[in-house]
T-cell receptor
Framework: ETGVTQTPRHLVMGMTNKKSLKCEQH?????MYWYKQSAKKPLELMFV???????ENNSVPSRFSPECPNSSHLFLHLHTLQPEDSALYLC??????????????FGDGTRLSIL | KQEVTQIPAALSVPEGENLVLNCSFT??????LQWFRQDPGKGLTSLLL?????REQTSGRLNASLDKSSGRSTLYIAASQPGDSATYLC?????????FGKGTRLHILP
């Protein structure tokens, strides 16, 4: 039990579909993150939320839309994705967003495949 | 632009041996460096976090060192066990940016 739960674990979708990834943490943390992990590439930070406000957006295409309704939940809404978006999407949380100066706790990820 | 390199990409070691994983980074102006472990199909587990003012951190059989001036960090694993088999990633943090290496895939042979 990692304390950070991601659903679904696997998702296959067509390029015209709309789906959402969900992340939930029960650690009482104030910061949450979305990462993308592609084969043969380093892990990439996509979004950072601190106290439900977005504090970081690393030039991510608009077809990825994050939402943080409260400090325990984080969503990644997907629409009109491309085949190169197939990857493992990881969610993480930390006590605070201190410039990345605190250990992050990761979920097990959602394996996304775009047909 | 910060780049993080981990060599080798994969490593196989007999059980019981001590081993060292390497991480190098191009920009020495970092806030901290973290080592993570990732098991297949799983997320990352934070192993050690070294602040920029520190030289090393230890946790059990793991010891991580940091030499900012040379842009290097090592993760030393003592008395390796089959359960240590995983991918090990290092990441450097500066200016709210976290940059990961591609990882070293470690296999401990029973």
């Amino acid at each position: 039990e990692t304390g950070v739960t991601q659903t679904p674990r696997h998702l296959v979708m067509g390029m015209t579909n709309k789906k959402s990834l969900k992340c939930e943490q029960h650690l009482g943390h104030n910061a949450m993150y979305w990462y993308k992990q592609s084969a043969k590439k380093p892990l990439e930070l996509m979004f950072v939320y601190s106290l439900e406000e977005r504090v970081e957006n690393n030039s991510v295409p608009s077809r990825f839309s994050p939402e943080c309704p409260n400090s325990s939940h984080l969503f990644l809404h997907l629409h009109t994705l491309q085949p190169e978006d197939s990857a493992l999407y990881l969610c993480a949380s930390s006590q605070d967003w201190a410039g990345g100066n605190q250990p992050q706790h990761f979920g097990d990820g959602t394996r996304l495949s775009i047909l | 632009k910060q780049e993080v390199t981990q060599i080798p990409a994969a490593l196989s070691v007999p059980e019981g041996e001590n081993l060292v994983l390497n991480c190098s980074f191009t920009d020495s102006a970092i806030y901290n460096l973290q080592w993570f472990r990732q098991d297949p199909g799983k997320g990352l587990t934070s192993l050690l976090l070294i602040q920029s003012s520190q030289r090393e951190q230890t946790s059990g059989r793991l010891n991580a060192s940091l030499d900012k001036s040379s842009g290097r960090s090592t993760l030393y694993i003592a008395a390796s066990q089959p359960g240590d088999s995983a991918t090990y990633l290092c990441a450097v943090i500066r200016d709210d940016k976290i940059i990961f290496g591609k990882g070293t895939r470690l296999h401990i042979l029973p």
